[in-house]
C-alpha cells in the first residue's frame, strides 16, 4: 500500500478527546478499552495474546512491522487485540525467515489498525486519566462514533474469559511423559504449554468452565490456571473449582487471571488499576530469596496486597517494585502459588521462568 493512498482515521477516546493519523489496511471502525505496551520487541506475540482480548493497542515502540510475522511466533490461533494503534507503520520488512507482512497479517485476520499517531502524547495522556474505552475508525462523523462508544461495556465486571477459552478440551505434549497436568485455559498462551511439556509434563488443556470433577478425571498431578482477559469477578465457576483443588491441597500452580481466581476462592479482593502492567521489563522482587526479576507483565486487575498480608493462610512472595503492588503469593499450609506476571514471558525476559521448575518440585514432592 502506498502511503498516498491510505485514508484519514482517527483515535477517539471516552473523554472525548481526539487523535489524528492514518488507517492500515481495511476501513471501518474498531472498540475496546486503549492500553499500551512498552515492549521493543514481540508484537506478533502480544497481538495473538488472548489476554488482550477486548483491547485495542498501542504500542509505544515508534516502529511496528519491520520484522515482519512468522507463524511459529504466535501465542494463540489468531490476533486477539480489537485493533492496534502505532506511530510507525512499516509496510516492508526485512528479516529472512519472516513468511509475511504485518498488513497481509492483519487484512487476513479482519484487523482493524492506524498508524501516525502521535503515541507519546498519547501514553502521557492515559497515563494520567487512566484507562478508559476507546474506537479508531474512518468514520467521519464524530458524533455517531461517540454515541456508539457510549454503548461500549467497561472493563471492570466483564467477563471475557469464555470469548478467548477452548470449547473442548485437547491434549498437549507427550503422553509417556511423567507428569500429568489438567489445565483451565481462561485464555491459555502457546509457550506457557510449551514450558510445561519441556519439563516433562503431558497436559490436558480444559474449557474455561470445566469442574473439578472433569478436570480430576484425568488423573493428574497438579492443576494449573491459565492467563487471559476480562475481570476475574464474574468467573464463579472458577473460583468454586480453586476451593475444591486447596481443600484436597492438591498442586496447584496460576498465571495472571488465574493468580486472580486463586484470590477470590480464598476471600482476597481484587481491583481495577489506573492503567495496568503492560510490558516486558517490569522489576519484580522475590522478598523470600531477596533477589530481582525483571518480567513480562499483562493485566489491567491485580490482587489486592492488604488482604493477602492480613490472610492467615496466605504470604507474599513478589513484589512490583515500581508501585508495590502484589506481584505473586503462595499459601502457607497447602500446595498453591500463583503469580500476576508471566514466567513463561514470550515476549520477554527469562528470569521467572524457574516457576515452573518450582510448580515441577511440588508436584514431585506431593507424589512422595
Same mark, same amino acid.
Do not use: W
Given at each position: 500500500m502506498k502511503y498516498t493512498q491510505r485514508k484519514r482515521a482517527i483515535l477517539l477516546l471516552a473523554d472525548g478527546t481526539v487523535f489524528e493519523g492514518k488507517s492500515i489496511g481495511r476501513d471501518g471502525t474498531s472498540f475496546g478499552e486503549i492500553c499500551y %505496551?512498552?515492549?521493543?520487541?514481540? @508484537? #506478533?506475540?502480544?497481538?495473538?495474546?488472548?489476554?488482550?482480548?477486548?483491547?485495542?493497542?498501542?504500542?509505544? &515502540?515508534?516502529?511496528?512491522?519491520?520484522?515482519?510475522?512468522?507463524?511459529?511466533?504466535?501465542?494463540? %490461533?489468531?490476533?486477539?487485540?480489537?485493533?492496534?494503534?502505532?506511530?510507525?507503520?512499516?509496510?516492508?520488512?526485512?528479516?529472512?525467515?519472516?513468511? =509475511?507482512?504485518?498488513?497481509? @497479517?492483519?487484512?487476513?485476520? &479482519?484487523?482493524?489498525? !492506524?498508524?501516525?499517531?502521535?503515541? /507519546?502524547?498519547?501514553? /502521557?495522556?492515559?497515563?494520567?486519566?487512566?484507562?478508559?474505552?476507546?474506537?479508531? =475508525? +474512518?468514520?467521519?462523523?464524530?458524533?455517531?462514533?461517540?454515541? #456508539?462508544?457510549?454503548?461500549?461495556? %467497561?472493563?471492570?465486571?466483564?467477563?471475557?474469559?469464555?470469548?478467548?477459552? +477452548?470449547?473442548?478440551? @485437547?491434549?498437549?505434549?507427550?503422553?509417556?511423559?511423567?507428569?500429568?497436568? =489438567?489445565?483451565?485455559?481462561?485464555? !491459555?498462551?502457546?509457550?506457557?504449554? /510449551? &514450558?510445561?511439556?519441556n519439563r516433562g509434563c503431558y497436559i490436558k488443556v480444559f474449557p474455561f468452565n470445566a469442574t473439578f470433577e472433569e478436570m480430576k478425571a484425568f488423573n493428574p498431578d497438579g492443576f494449573f490456571l491459565s492467563n487471559g482477559p476480562g475481570d476475574p469477578e464474574p468467573l464463579k465457576k472458577a473460583q468454586e473449582l480453586v476451593k475444591e483443588i486447596i481443600q484436597r491441597d492438591l498442586p496447584l500452580f496460576g498465571i495472571c487471571l488465574g493468580h486472580q481466581i486463586i484470590a477470590l476462592a480464598n476471600g482476597i479482593s481484587t481491583y481495577k488499576m489506573h492503567n495496568g502492567h503492560r510490558g516486558i521489563n517490569h522489576p519484580v522482587k522475590n522478598v523470600i530469596t531477596g533477589k530481582g526479576e525483571v518480567t513480562s507483565q499483562n493485566h489491567g486487575f491485580v490482587v489486592k496486597r492488604e488482604d493477602v498480608e492480613d490472610h492467615k493462610d496466605f504470604e507474599v512472595t513478589h513484589i512490583h517494585l515500581n508501585d508495590e503492588t502484589l506481584a505473586g503469593m503462595r499459601m502457607k499450609n497447602k500446595n498453591c502459588f500463583s503469580v500476576q506476571y508471566h514466567p513463561e514471558a514470550s515476549p520477554g525476559p527469562h528470569d521467572s521462568s524457574y516457576l515452573f521448575d518450582q510448580f515441577i518440585e511440588n508436584i514431585k514432592a506431593s507424589k512422595k
Open positions: %505496551n512498552t515492549g521493543m520487541t514481540g @508484537y #506478533q506475540e502480544i497481538f495473538t495474546d488472548p489476554s488482550y482480548f477486548g483491547q485495542l493497542m498501542l504500542t509505544t &515502540n515508534a516502529h511496528i512491522g519491520n520484522y515482519g510475522v512468522n507463524d511459529n511466533e504466535v501465542e494463540s %490461533n489468531s490476533i486477539k487485540i480489537a485493533g492496534l494503534i502505532c506511530k510507525n507503520f512499516s509496510f516492508n520488512y526485512s528479516r529472512d525467515n519472516a513468511q =509475511s507482512s504485518l498488513e497481509s @497479517y492483519f487484512e487476513k485476520e &479482519n484487523i482493524m489498525a !492506524i498508524s501516525d499517531i502521535d503515541t /507519546r502524547a498519547v501514553v /502521557r495522556y492515559i497515563r494520567d486519566k487512566g484507562a478508559m474505552n476507546a474506537v479508531i =475508525s +474512518t468514520e467521519a462523523d464524530l458524533n455517531l462514533l461517540k454515541e #456508539q462508544l457510549k454503548a461500549v461495556p %467497561n472493563m471492570k465486571g466483564l467477563e471475557l474469559a469464555s470469548k478467548v477459552s +477452548t470449547i473442548k478440551s @485437547y491434549f498437549f505434549g507427550d503422553e509417556k511423559a511423567p507428569i500429568k497436568i =489438567s489445565a483451565l485455559d481462561l485464555g !491459555i498462551k502457546n509457550n506457557i504449554l /510449551r &514450558n510445561l511439556a
